[in-house]
Nanobody, 118 residues
């Protein structure tokens, strides 16, 4: 079972940027489809972005603002977030992804808090 450690969250003003990182355990990382999800207060966790070996997919709400990437040599997946909005405020989680359903396929990590002020 893969273990995931997210980092890079923080507090920024609207229009600012953050880069999240997620380090995954295990030797099979390069074979995993990976993704980012988020959960805002009082809301269900939702899909944000995913990447297969090379192909990215994004939720409509973040297209053109967020970029997902991966470094297989470092077992790490990144989420570059630009033009942040207050509605992006949430705890962000990474996970393995079931590419057919865009749902999480492993246990959750602790997440990293992103707070965007207006």
């Amino acid at each position: 079972q893969v273990q995931l450690v997210e980092s890079g969250g923080g507090s920024v003003q609207a229009g600012g940027s953050l880069r999240l990182s997620c380090v995954a355990s295990g030797r099979s990382f390069s074979w995993y489809d990976m993704g980012w999800f988020r959960q805002a207060p009082g809301k269900e966790r939702e899909f944000v972005a995913a990447i297969s070996r090379v192909t990215p997919r994004y939720a409509d709400s973040v297209k053109g603002r967020f970029t997902i990437s991966r470094d297989n040599a470092k077992n790490t997946v990144y989420l570059q977030m630009n033009s942040l909005k207050p509605e992006d405020t949430a705890v962000y989680y990474c996970n393995r992804v079931d590419w057919t359903t865009m749902t999480a396929a492993a246990d959750w990590g602790q997440g990293t808090q992103v707070t965007v002020s207006s």
